[in-house]
């Protein structure tokens, strides 16, 4: 693997790091879910850590490991919401200033959490090329350093910290579940497993509507111009490189959801389990369910990666 990619001991780097600022979130069992998915299921419950997402491990971990003249200049990146209010709450735990580029269409409960921990937000199309630009203008503008929301090292590291909670809990699952969109989740989970569950395997839920990850490991070829359809809106983002490096060597696997699979999934997941996750955190659940000859029998660990929910468009009223 490259140099410039992170490895597993930048994940219990980035543990010790962000002690004292992350929660370290529950583990959420149900005997209900078990019958219904004919595994044992053990539930990363990320959505109730600071900010409503995972995002904040990664964010934290890349924050707080700036040189001190760095981060003074403050940090900015492009998300559709999560990330962003990730990103804005760790820059204010350590008091720099943070400039988050948001696409149209973000869910509006994203983009309040953004404005609530006070980044300044920079408006842009809903297209990857339309956030680097925009990101690009606003870090020559004000000096910033770029996070970026799933291609940054010490973020891919960060979010690896979720799992590494999970085995400690929990012990070392047989098969992790994980949602990818750029995979910065994805591939941090596969560097805590390579560190302390190597014979774990990992499996990876993605909208069909934007399935890049599953013909990436197919094909061998990322394409970051492909256009997604889904209503997973954090997981739209185009398969980052190191992450699809990280992946491919971790030897994962992919099961697609298709959309209204992963909305009977959120609702199962607050009508059984009793926890508000958003569609992206769902689809991990969905996979599950979608595929249960894969799983059944098995000890399975599944990230929650976050509850961040417009409660006034919940997706089967509509």
């Known amino acids: 693997m490259s140099p410039d990619l992170p490895v597993p001991d930048d ?9 004292g600022h992350a929660h370290t979130t529950p583990v959420l069992r149900s005997r209900s879910l078990d019958a219904i998915a004919g595994c044992e299921l053990a539930f990363k419950a990320e959505h109730l850590q600071r900010g409503g997402a995972f995002k904040f491990r990664g964010a934290c971990n890349a924050v707080w490991a700036l040189p001190a003249d760095v981060a ?17 709450l760790a820059a204010r735990s350590r008091g720099i200033p943070c400039q988050v580029v948001v696409p ?12 609530r921990h006070g980044a300044t937000l920079w408006r842009c199309e809903p297209t990857q090329a339309a956030r680097e630009a925009t990101c690009a203008e606003v870090q020559a503008a004000t000096g910033a350093t770029l996070v970026h929301p799933y291609a940054d090292p010490q973020v891919i590291a960060g979010q690896g910290t979720a799992t590494l909670e999970l085995v400690g809990e929990a012990g070392a699952p047989e098969i992790m579940v994980v949602p990818v969109g750029g995979g910065g989740l994805a591939a941090g989970t596969a560097l805590a497993l390579a560190a302390v569950a190597p014979g774990c395997r990992l499996v990876l839920a993605e909208p069909a509507g934007a399935a890049d990850t599953a013909r990436a490991l197919a094909t061998g070829t990322r394409d970051p111009a492909f256009v997604p359809d889904t209503l997973c809106d954090g997981l739209r983002g185009a398969l980052g490189a190191p992450n699809f490096a990280v992946l491919r060597a971790a030897g994962a696997e992919v099961v697609v959801v298709e959309d209204a699979a992963t909305v009977a999934a959120m609702k199962l997941a607050w009508q059984v389990l009793k926890q508000v ?17 894969r799983f059944a029998g098995r000890r399975v660990g599944v990230v929650l990666s976050g509850g961040n929910v417009d409660l006034e468009a919940l997706p089967w009223r509509h």
């Open 72 to 88: 003074a200049r403050g940090v900015v990146t492009h998300s559709s919401g999560n990330h962003g209010a990730a990103l804005a």
């Open 104 to 115: 149209a269409g973000a869910v509006a409960a994203k983009l309040a959490n953004i404005q």
């Open 277 to 293: 996750v958003e569609p992206s955190s769902a689809i991990a659940l969905a996979a599950v369910l979608a595929e249960p000859a």
């Open 11 to 19: 994940v219990l780097a980035a543990a010790a790091r962000i002690a």
